[in-house]
């Protein structure tokens, strides 16, 4: 299942269940030549940090191996927060995702009814634009 585990972690990392976070500035910050005053509202993106090249080479290519040995450096694939505010029921949620692979590949056999179906990254988690029909077929040597 370690293989089952990286797909899993690639999903995520391409479309995570958490698009971002609101934090308040406790003093005055500045980053990247800006000054962010106290008490103002900052927005950080989970896609920014995990489409980023400098901690995932070629960002937009599904490639499960990115999680193999060590994986990601630290609080670069934070699909669930990280620290003390990280969703406390991030593990429950990625063992129920290798829990429904496992018995959806094991027992059918899936076929998209829209092929090249296109995926929509505008708002909310990444999705197919026509929700990805699909029919699928019990594999006949697994008793049901």
Not at 79 to 89: D, H, I, L
């Amino acid at each position: 299942m370690k293989y089952a585990r990286n797909v899993v972690n690639e999903v995520l990392r391409l479309a995570p269940p958490v698009h971002g976070f609101f934090r308040e500035a406790i003093q005055d910050i500045t980053y990247a030549g800006f000054t962010i005053p106290k008490g103002w509202k900052v927005y950080w993106s989970v896609s920014s940090t995990h489409k980023d090249p400098k901690y995932f080479p070629s960002p937009e290519k599904f490639d499960p191996t990115r999680f193999e040995g060590n994986g990601p450096e630290p609080f670069t694939f934070i699909p669930f927060g990280g620290g003390p505010r990280m969703c406390p029921g991030n593990e429950y949620a990625r063992q129920l995702l290798l829990v429904f692979m496992y018995h959806s590949v094991r027992k059918y056999r899936w076929e998209k009814l829209i092929p090249n179906e296109k995926i929509n990254f505008d708002y909310g988690p990444a999705a197919p634009v026509n929700g990805l029909p699909i029919k699928l077929y019990p594999h006949s040597d697994i008793k049901q």
